[in-house]
């Protein structure tokens, strides 16, 4: 039994084991790279895969209702080009303008997948698979192939992810306010619920009155709406935008789904956990330069980390067959 | 008890699917304060007057009227919000969600007007229900881990957590011991008395009479009869529902029955079962009776090789052999047509040829590819057999109607001609002329030197078409019964778990 599987039946649930292995891979990478375990280090680690964790959370929305949006990273490349283009038409937008704008940009892309899934009925996987290709190609026709370079953005375009705000910068800031913001959605709203059960019996969520296909639409608006925040933020950090970002994103936001103990066949899963699957990646991806290990290195450790957790979910998941026998022992009444 | 006013009153209600005619007419009243049993065989339209009623179909002609207001239901909340309430026969349930949250899904009360659910209220409120209903289950306890029984009950509970006026049990009895329904009874009792209209779908006659005022016959989607209880026999019940007399549907074929052909000792799985043990012979058609989900499906499926983990023995013809999956069971002669025929038997989408040879395809296959012609002359042969009704035999599967995709099935594991052919709930969802034809057919079979197990949930079936009767109760072996024995008040004592004798 590999050690996640040995902490996850220990725990008996995903998150704490999750968080103990990452705090024991930390503790690997510390002992050949001590200055990995600073504060310092820590924040850069955080920011670094702020929008990772951002990107999972919208994920796992999808996930949850037995879908999946391979679109995310395209919608991030779309919205990004547009904003950054906005900025250099109007270098005087206030960044509010910015963020709000990739918001709604990145909701209405979302909301476009939500469309063919939730009232066409099409399929999610050939609907964002197509969309994917799509958004790609208007990242292209939107800036003609041509790059928006730093010089090119406005100064409060590309300085606010960075810029500190009470010693924390504030990309990092967004992700903590939308985390725990998207907690409370999926935890303790009747509409995050109702995505839990739409993945867990869909069926019988409509015979409990759950508005499936007004929920479904939702979850990839909100699932576009993150990712275009993610796409302003990410255009703006590194002061760049061109066709190519984030291109082939979306399969380590699922694999960090997947790592977070989401389950694919919809119905299970936490905003905790799909965070720390994205955290792990992430300590991973910043890790491998300090041990002195080729970045190659990193998909090929993310696969085999992806195999692992599916392993690992399946035989967690794996039904213990039904209940039928009664024996006198277990019910005691 | 003396019934109030009317609360539900529908009338003229038609409902037309591709094929048949659902419901054709049918008017039912329900005071408030009175139990009416809806009776009826299956695909009668019980079910889709439930559907209709909770708001999943729209009906094609009729009216709805709750205590005399008109009413539309476009939608399953319409229906809740008008105040009914259907625990349903396929348990629906959320199993990776807590009891609470299943109790309350759809509907959960927020904390005082603001978006945010309140978890504290639902957990206290689902723990009253609970305690009501005297039963001890925790309300934070997943879903995935209670047991048949226990979901029908959160299926009472949440009904109960709705307040409903109309309350609709479509079988809520199907799996439950005998102590269970005594207390579902107690239940159901307390909400009439409450001045609630209970619409009560059972196929035991004991209960009906034990429990509600007024009945209602459908069948073929008629209204065939209604009237109170109390003015009424089971014979007179059986004869409203069957429309027919048992020789007509169950032509039985008297076969000299030979040597013993299977034989399982002493089967066990962890939780589905537990020391099955019986005898197949050569020309018998051995009947499993057993309320849903008393495990008889999880035993044929392990002697057929797809669960394995279990002990016990299996020999036929006197040697022990060893199954550890669904090919090695068929190269010894077994073959499995499983219940659920969408899941687990012809794949919808191939055609008839390709589902018809599919466990035949390493013999049509002579040099590693597959030979059209031979799969065309088996599929000839036995659609001819088996009289199935298609357009052509490259028709995909799901064209056909329930009956015809059934003799598909039949017909893919008769190709590989099995010594012992296993019918898990072959009649089930389809008309009663195909439910006839396949019940012919099993007598060929048998005729033919098989033996054959018919696994099945209607008591009639099984008494009709058995030399000999298993009854099954919560995963073990609790009757057995010769074909003169086998008495439908005798068998369904013994499977709902009471215990033998007077």
């Given at each position: 039994m590999?050690?996640?599987?040995?902490?996850?039946?220990?725990?008996g649930r995903?998150?704490?084991?999750?968080a103990?292995?990452?705090?024991?891979?930390l503790?690997?990478?510390?002992l050949?790279?001590?200055?990995?375990?600073?504060?310092?280090?820590?924040?850069?680690?955080?920011?670094?895969?702020?929008?990772?964790m951002?990107?999972?959370?919208?994920?796992?929305?999808?996930?949850?209702?037995?879908?999946?949006?391979?679109?995310?990273?395209?919608?991030?490349?779309?919205?990004?080009?547009?904003?950054?283009?906005?900025?250099?038409?109007?270098?005087?937008?206030?960044v509010?303008?910015y963020v709000?704008?990739?918001?709604?940009?990145?909701a209405?892309?979302?909301?476009f997948?939500?469309f063919f899934?939730?009232?066409?009925g099409?399929p999610p996987?050939?609907?964002t698979?197509?969309?994917?290709s799509?958004?790609?190609?208007?990242?292209?026709?939107?800036?003609?192939g041509?790059?928006?370079?730093?010089?090119?953005?406005?100064?409060?375009?590309q300085?606010?992810?960075?810029?500190?705000?009470?010693?924390?910068p504030?990309?990092?800031?967004?992700?903590?306010?939308?985390?725990?913001?998207?907690?409370?959605f999926m935890?303790?709203t009747k509409a995050g619920?109702?995505?839990?059960?739409?993945?867990?019996n869909?069926?019988?969520a409509?015979?409990v009155?759950?508005p499936?296909?007004?929920?479904?639409?939702?979850a990839?608006?909100l699932a576009?709406?993150?990712?275009g925040?993610?796409?302003?933020?990410?255009?703006?950090r590194?002061?760049?935008?061109?066709t190519?970002i984030?291109?082939?994103?979306?399969?380590?936001?699922i694999?960090?789904c997947?790592?977070?103990?989401?389950s694919i066949?919809?119905?299970?899963g936490?905003i905790p956990g799909a965070?720390?699957?994205a955290l792990?990646?992430?300590?991973i991806?910043?890790?491998?330069?300090v041990?002195?290990?080729?970045?190659?290195w990193k998909?090929?450790?993310?696969?085999?980390?992806?195999?692992?957790?599916?392993?690992?979910?399946?035989?967690?998941?794996?039904?213990?067959?039904?209940?039928?026998?009664?024996?006198?022992?277990?019910?005691p009444r | 008890?003396?019934?109030?006013?009317v609360l539900l009153n529908?009338r003229?209600?038609?409902?037309?699917?591709?094929?048949?005619?659902?419901l054709d007419?049918?008017?039912?009243?329900?005071?408030?304060?009175?139990?009416m049993?809806?009776?009826g065989e299956?695909?009668?339209?019980?079910?889709?007057?439930v559907?209709i009623?909770?708001?999943?179909?729209?009906?094609?002609?009729?009216?709805?009227?709750?205590a005399?207001?008109?009413?539309?239901?476009?939608?399953?909340?319409?229906?809740w919000?008008?105040?009914?309430s259907?625990i349903?026969q396929e348990t629906?349930?959320?199993?990776?969600?807590?009891?609470?949250?299943?109790?309350?899904?759809?509907?959960?009360?927020?904390?005082?007007r603001?978006?945010l659910?309140?978890?504290?209220g639902?957990?206290?409120?689902?723990?009253?229900i609970?305690?009501?209903?005297?039963v001890?289950?925790?309300?934070?306890?997943l879903v995935?881990?209670l047991?048949?029984?226990?979901?029908?009950?959160?299926?009472?509970?949440k009904?109960?957590?709705h307040?409903?006026?109309?309350?609709i049990?479509?079988?809520p009895?199907?799996?439950?011991s005998?102590?269970?329904?005594?207390?579902l009874?107690?239940?159901?009792r307390?909400l009439?008395?409450?001045?609630?209209g209970?619409i009560?779908?059972?196929?035991?006659f004991v209960e009906?009479f034990?429990?509600?005022?007024?009945y209602?016959?459908?069948?073929?989607?008629?209204?065939?009869?209604?009237g109170?209880?109390?003015?009424?026999?089971?014979?007179?019940?059986?004869?409203?529902m069957?429309?027919?007399?048992?020789e007509?549907?169950f032509?039985k074929v008297?076969?000299?029955?030979g040597?013993?052909?299977?034989?399982v000792?002493h089967?066990?799985?962890?939780?589905?079962?537990?020391d099955?043990?019986f005898?197949?012979?050569?020309g018998?058609?051995?009947g499993?009776?057993?309320?849903v989900g008393?495990?008889?499906?999880?035993v044929?499926?392990s002697?057929f090789?797809?669960?394995?983990?279990?002990?016990?023995?299996l020999?036929m013809h006197?040697r022990p052999?060893?199954?550890?999956s669904?090919?090695?069971?068929?190269?010894?002669g077994?073959?499995?047509?499983?219940?659920?025929?969408?899941?687990q038997?012809a794949i919808?989408?191939?055609s008839?040829?390709?589902?018809?040879t599919?466990?035949l395809?390493d013999?049509?296959s002579?040099?590693?590819?597959?030979?059209?012609r031979?799969e065309?002359?088996?599929t000839?042969?036995?659609?001819?057999?088996?009289?199935?009704?298609?357009?052509h035999?490259?028709q995909?599967?799901?064209?056909l109607?329930?009956g015809n995709?059934?003799k598909?099935?039949i017909?893919?594991?008769?190709?590989?001609?099995p010594?012992?052919?296993?019918?898990d709930?072959?009649?089930?969802g389809?008309d009663?002329g195909?439910?006839?034809?396949?019940?012919?057919?099993?007598g060929?079979?048998?005729?033919?030197?098989?033996a054959?197990?018919?696994?099945?949930s209607e008591l009639?079936?099984?008494r009709?078409?058995?030399?000999?009767?298993?009854?099954?109760?919560?995963?073990?072996?609790?009757?057995?019964?010769?074909?003169d024995?086998?008495t439908?008040?005798?068998?369904?004592t013994?499977?709902?778990?009471?215990?033998?004798?007077?």
């Amino acid at each position: 039994m590999n050690p996640a599987a040995l902490l996850a039946t220990v725990t008996g649930r995903r998150e704490p084991a999750l968080a103990l292995l990452i705090v024991l891979l930390l503790v690997l990478i510390g002992l050949r790279a001590p200055f990995f375990i600073t504060l310092d280090s820590f924040e850069g680690v955080l920011t670094d895969t702020s929008i990772l964790m951002m990107l999972a959370v919208a994920e796992m929305l999808v996930i949850l209702t037995r879908g999946i949006d391979l679109s995310l990273a395209a919608n991030v490349a779309l919205t990004g080009m547009a904003m950054a283009l906005l900025s250099q038409a109007y270098p005087d937008l206030p960044v509010i303008a910015y963020v709000v704008g990739a918001m709604l940009f990145g909701a209405g892309l979302g909301a476009f997948n939500g469309f063919f899934v939730a009232v066409v009925g099409l399929p999610p996987i050939v609907v964002t698979l197509g969309t994917l290709s799509m958004f790609r190609g208007l990242v292209f026709v939107l800036s003609g192939g041509a790059w928006v370079n730093k010089h090119e953005m406005s100064v409060t375009y590309q300085t606010f992810p960075m810029n500190r705000f009470l010693g924390l910068p504030h990309l990092l800031w967004i992700a903590i306010i939308v985390i725990p913001l998207m907690w409370v959605f999926m935890r303790h709203t009747k509409a995050g619920r109702s995505l839990y059960a739409i993945g867990g019996n869909p069926q019988a969520a409509r015979y409990v009155g759950v508005p499936v296909a007004a929920r479904l639409f939702m979850a990839y608006a909100l699932a576009g709406l993150i990712a275009g925040l993610s796409g302003y933020l990410w255009t703006a950090r590194f002061a760049i935008a061109y066709t190519e970002i984030a291109i082939g994103l979306e399969l380590v936001v699922i694999a960090a789904c997947v790592i977070g103990g989401v389950s694919i066949a919809g119905g299970v899963g936490t905003i905790p956990g799909a965070v720390l699957g994205a955290l792990f990646l992430g300590i991973i991806a910043n890790a491998l330069p300090v041990m002195g290990w080729s970045p190659f290195w990193k998909q090929a450790i993310s696969g085999a980390i992806i195999l692992v957790a599916v392993v690992v979910n399946s035989r967690s998941e794996r039904r213990k067959g039904k209940i039928i026998v009664r024996r006198a022992e277990e019910h005691p009444r | 008890m003396v019934a109030g006013p009317v609360l539900l009153n529908v009338r003229g209600l038609s409902k037309q699917f591709p094929g048949v005619k659902a419901l054709d007419d049918v008017s039912l009243r329900v005071r408030a304060g009175e139990v009416m049993a809806l009776v009826g065989e299956n695909g009668a339209g019980k079910s889709t007057i439930v559907k209709i009623l909770t708001g999943i179909y729209k009906p094609d002609a009729g009216t709805i009227e709750i205590a005399g207001t008109p009413m539309q239901f476009s939608r399953p909340t319409d229906a809740w919000a008008a105040g009914i309430s259907a625990i349903h026969q396929e348990t629906s349930v959320f199993e990776d969600l807590t009891v609470g949250e299943n109790i309350f899904m759809g509907h959960q009360p927020t904390r005082g007007r603001g978006p945010l659910v309140d978890w504290k209220g639902i957990h206290r409120r689902s723990a009253e229900i609970l305690d009501r209903m005297d039963v001890a289950i925790s309300t934070r306890s997943l879903v995935r881990e209670l047991s048949v029984a226990e979901r029908h009950i959160l299926g009472v509970a949440k009904a109960l957590a709705h307040d409903a006026q109309i309350v609709i049990m479509d079988e809520p009895s199907a799996s439950l011991s005998r102590k269970e329904i005594d207390h579902l009874m107690v239940i159901v009792r307390q909400l009439r008395d409450e001045g609630k209209g209970i619409i009560f779908i059972s196929h035991k006659f004991v209960e009906i009479f034990e429990i509600a005022d007024r009945y209602a016959v459908l069948r073929d989607g008629q209204l065939v009869g209604e009237g109170n209880v109390a003015d009424v026999t089971q014979d007179e019940l059986v004869k409203l529902m069957v429309g027919r007399s048992v020789e007509e549907v169950f032509p039985k074929v008297d076969v000299p029955i030979g040597d013993v052909v299977l034989e399982v000792s002493h089967f066990t799985h962890d939780t589905e079962f537990e020391d099955i043990s019986f005898t197949l012979r050569k020309g018998e058609i051995l009947g499993f009776y057993g309320l849903v989900g008393s495990g008889r499906s999880e035993v044929m499926q392990s002697i057929f090789g797809v669960t394995r983990s279990r002990s016990g023995t299996l020999s036929m013809h006197g040697r022990p052999i060893k199954i550890s999956s669904p090919s090695e069971a068929m190269k010894h002669g077994l073959a499995l047509v499983p219940e659920d025929r969408q899941q687990q038997g012809a794949i919808l989408p191939l055609s008839i040829r390709q589902n018809m040879t599919l466990a035949l395809i390493d013999q049509l296959s002579p040099r590693g590819f597959l030979s059209r012609r031979r799969e065309l002359g088996v599929t000839r042969d036995m659609g001819a057999r088996l009289s199935i009704k298609a357009a052509h035999w490259d028709q995909q599967v799901d064209e056909l109607s329930g009956g015809n995709q059934q003799k598909v099935v039949i017909g893919k594991w008769l190709a590989t001609r099995p010594e012992v052919m296993i019918l898990d709930e072959p009649t089930k969802g389809i008309d009663i002329g195909s439910k006839a034809a396949v019940h012919e057919f099993m007598g060929e079979l048998v005729a033919q030197g098989l033996a054959v197990i018919l696994v099945s949930s209607e008591l009639e079936e099984v008494r009709g078409m058995a030399d000999r009767i298993i009854v099954m109760h919560e995963g073990r072996i609790c009757g057995e019964f010769s074909r003169d024995e086998a008495t439908a008040e005798a068998i369904v004592t013994v499977a709902s778990g009471a215990q033998a004798g007077p």
